[in-house]
């Protein structure tokens, strides 16, 4: 029988269950959309190639039609396969990464041409919350992310991600009351590094 659309499915915040994670990763698969836990709040998320679940994510969250995506990888050598690391960012970023940053590069051909903006860059982020990194191991790729956020307001209860977005969403990951904060967003896709937003983490590596 089908399970119904917009449910919470509650998961343990630091050994989450291998089924609910193969449940979650399946709706991604299936092209569906869900509400998960991340290191900076609840978040929603679909498929690296699901056109139509970002054009739904857009209409939920009011985006502009061009607003960047977020892709959330497991580790810092998945990152490459989607972007370019110049040599000298490797070891900042393996000291930043996992953790609550979302870091602009210059995009590979990996990456669709309607994820990345004109100087074809996409932001990434490797997510310091269990339930977050297990569930990009199994799906296997890259999943498209962005914030729960209603009328500049970012939702950190799992009932309030449900009763907002309603159906939308096959199932939000339940990991109880989440404080949202905002990532640090840090461009490294020009030549030189550049502070976008200054949210959670160290910034102080880039004083030197």
């Known amino acids: 029988m089908a399970m119904p659309s917009g449910r919470l499915v509650r998961i343990h915040p630091e050994y989450p269950e291998p089924r609910k994670i193969e ?7 299936d092209g569906r959309l869900i509400g998960w836990p991340t290191d900076t709040g609840y978040a929603l998320a679909c498929g690296l190639y699901n056109r139509r679940g970002m054009d ?11 607003h960047p995506f977020t892709f959330a990888v497991e580790n810092l050598s998945k990152i490459t396969h989607y972007a370019v690391i110049e040599n000298r960012f490797f070891t900042p ?49 890259a999943i498209i992310t962005t914030s729960a956020v209603c009328e500049d307001r970012h939702l950190q209860y799992p009932e309030e991600v449900k009763d907002v977005f309603g159906h939308a969403p096959d199932q939000v990951l339940d990991d109880e009351y989440l404080a949202a904060h905002e990532s640090s967003v840090i461009d490294l896709s020009a030549r030189h590094p550049k502070v976008l937003r200054e949210g959670l983490g160290d910034l102080s590596w880039f004083e030197h």
């Open 93 to 141: 970023l393996k000291r930043m990464l996992p953790g609550p940053y979302t870091v602009v590069l210059r995009a590979t051909k990996s990456v669709p041409r309607i994820l990345h903006n004109k100087r074809k860059a996409v932001g990434f982020r490797v997510i310091d919350h269990a339930v977050s990194r297990a569930l990009v191991e199994v799906v296997g790729e």
């Open 56 to 66: 739904l994510l857009r209409k939920l969250r009011g985006l502009d039609p061009k």
């Open 23 to 29: 449940r979650a990763a399946e709706a991604l698969s």
